[in-house]
């Protein structure tokens, strides 16, 4: 592996390197069990964390293309269960591209989006929205006129699952396995539902995770009820397989999505450089998504000049962002 990755951070890592011709490097170290005993393989599953927002981004796409949904309507025309509130009655009306990149004017509480257990009760998405439960205690306000700056926000994401929901009248899940999972055929990525966490757990080789002071997460791993956000478990290969798509559909040869939506994904969004819609843009030829939570870290990364996908992920959280924990993805000479 040419990437120099710390891998005495993590007590297990996976990594892939595959072209667009199909080439693969392969690459697993350490363990995945809560007793540091079983070794890492190439189909164990990680928590993806905020990967998820891109695999969303591809489902909500595809909706549009269905003309389900559209970009660039306001929201409040899907939600029958919750309003948006502003604070500003003169500010724009949000959108699903304003929710996808970031620029929506919502601003996360500090505490939020973080450590809620596979014992608890339930949450719905309205009452995190509104600020009622302790896995979010700030309620879901415009702050800032959508679309004139970037403000990083897990609750918009949580819109776009209820906007999701509210326009198929399916759950999320059900959506996401429909249009991407079962449309790529991938075999080891899931949702984190209560239910799929339990499931998966049962079959095995899903990577426990680990917090940042070395303690193991209660119940071995946490629950994301923000799933578009943040609940999308899989492994490099897979996540592989659908930048490999991405990548074909760039230029009209994709399965997920036309080259038009592919290629909208990935421009700047508001005038904003290093933002598409639901992907981080690296100059014009290179474009990532990052993930990172109490239990996990991980990344991908597309080279547009090579038409070729790096992913690597982590059960730990290392207590610092990719680049300087080791999995940082260095740019390919």
């Known amino acids: 592996m040419s990437e120099s990755i710390r891998f005495d951070r993590f007590p297990g890592i ?87 990149s970031h620029t929506a004017g919502l601003v996360d509480g500090e505490d939020g989006f973080y450590g809620l257990r596979r014992n608890r009760k339930p949450i719905s998405l309205t009452d995190i929205l509104s600020g009622k439960t302790d896995y979010n205690r700030t309620a879901s306000l415009v702050r800032t006129d959508p679309g004139t700056c970037f403000e990083y926000s897990d609750a918009g994401y949580c819109l776009i ?31 984190g539902t209560l239910e799929n966490l339990d499931k998966w757990e049962v079959r095995g080789n899903v990577a426990v995770g680990w917090k940042e002071d070395g303690s193991l997460i209660e119940g071995k791993y946490p629950y994301c009820p923000d799933l578009a956000a943040s609940g999308l478990w899989s492994t490099p290969t897979d996540l592989a397989v659908i930048a490999i798509d991405f990548i074909s559909c760039l230029q009209g040869e994709g399965t997920l999505l036309t080259k038009q939506s592919a290629q909208e994904m990935i421009q700047k969004a508001f005038e904003i450089d290093w933002m598409g819609l639901g992907i981080l843009r690296y100059g014009d030829t290179t474009l990532v998504s990052k993930g990172w939570g109490e239990d996990a870290q991980c990344m991908l990364k597309m080279d547009l000049i090579n038409q070729s996908v790096r992913v690597i992920m982590a059960n730990k959280d290392p207590g610092t962002e990719q680049e300087q924990s080791g999995l940082g993805l260095k740019e390919e000479k």
């Open 161 to 191: 699952q209820l906007v999701i929901e509210e326009a198929t009248g399916e759950s999320f899940e059900t959506v996401a396995d429909r249009e991407l999972i079962r449309t790529l055929v991938l075999t080891h990525t899931f949702f």
């Open 14 to 100: 996976s990594y892939i390197r595959k072209t667009i011709d199909g080439q693969e490097e392969k690459q697993v170290w350490g363990v995945r069990d809560e007793k540091k005993i079983l070794s890492v393989e190439e189909d164990t599953i990680f928590h993806a964390c905020s990967i998820s927002k891109w695999i969303t981004a591809i489902v909500t796409m595809r909706l549009v293309e269905q003309g389900v949904l559209q970009l660039d309507t306001d929201i409040a025309a899907y939600l029958k269960k919750w309003e948006l509130q502003y604070a500003d009655a003169a500010f724009q009306r949000v959108t699903l591209r304003h929710l996808l």
